[in-house]
């Protein structure tokens, strides 16, 4: 296995989805070769994080109090014999009807009522957790894991320039679209170089920029339907990740800054962007 293929089945193996032989060469792959190590070690922390932050939502006490009323305003309706307390057959015999056709009516009631508690429930519990925003959390996996790959495996850059007119140019040639490349130096943000980058299945322009020993990269492309708009700051594993958009692109930035450097750089890049 090499490590596209094993990049590929880690969420797989990670949700116990994947069959124990390919588990077994996963496991393999992951003891010889540190970086996709690494890459999992990150991501599982990643899912666990967000499983303990995954929002829970408990049903308002208006909400219960409606049901209570619905519940006991059904029970006034039946007929009084249907909610005796006598002790009830299991299986009703088929004659005499009466009693039985009655038991089986609040029987059917009550299984009613007790759906309709349990999609409550199901809507105030399952609902928020299945719309948090988890495409936005695997991509900030993706990008952290891009972060740390360009680190350690010594590709910073593709085309190492403090030079914007080297890296833009350079940049233009190798995507279909034109990522602004602003100079940050007189700001404390000087430019390291440019990188080509995959992510979330389209290609992405990788900015590097330093600030003094911490370097920042910023994945850069046009939007896609599946990004979010919502600028968001977020810290994983003791990196930052700001996210912005402008119209033209989607950005994401990812360093071991501290917050209030990530964001300066942020409104720098969205001013410097702005004028060109
Ligand atoms: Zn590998």
């Known amino acids: 296995m090499n490590c596209e293929e094993a990049v590929k089945l880690m969420d797989g193996y990670l949700d116990g989805e994947l069959d124990p032989i390919t588990s077994q060469t996963i496991e393999q792959h992951l003891l010889e070769c540190p970086k996709c190590d690494q890459a999992y070690k990150i991501h599982g922390s990643l899912i666990r994080a967000i499983g303990n932050a995954s929002p829970y ?10 049901i209570q009323s619905s519940l006991r305003d059904e029970i006034a309706k039946l007929p009084t014999r249907s909610i005796s307390r006598e002790p009830q057959p299991l299986f009703p015999r088929r004659q005499p009807r009466p009693r039985a056709i009655l038991w089986e009516a609040s029987w059917n009631w009550l299984a009613l009522a007790a759906a309709i508690i349990f999609a409550a429930v199901i809507a105030f519990t399952l609902v928020p957790r299945l719309q948090r925003p988890g495409a936005d959390q695997f991509l900030a ?50 430019l390291v170089g440019g990188r080509l980058d995959y992510l979330d299945n389209h290609s992405a322009a990788a900015l590097v920029y330093q600030r003094r020993k911490h370097f920042i990269n910023l994945f850069i492309w046009p939007p896609t339907s599946g990004d979010s708009t919502a600028q968001t700051m977020v810290e994983r594993e003791g990196y930052h990740l700001v996210h912005w958009s402008d119209g033209d692109f989607t950005y994401w930035a990812v360093s071991d800054v501290n917050p209030g450097d990530l964001q300066n750089f942020k409104q720098l890049f969205e001013q410097q962007a702005a004028r060109h």
């Open 141 to 190: 996996t993706q990008l952290i894991a891009s972060h740390v790959r360009s680190l350690m495996a010594d590709h910073l850059t593709d085309v190492a320039s403090s030079d914007q007119h080297t890296v833009k140019p350079w940049l233009d040639t190798k995507l279909d679209f034109a990522a602004p490349v602003p100079d940050l130096s007189g700001d404390g943000f000087p």
């Open 57 to 66: 939502y408990e049903a308002p006490a208006e909400l219960r109090e409606r």
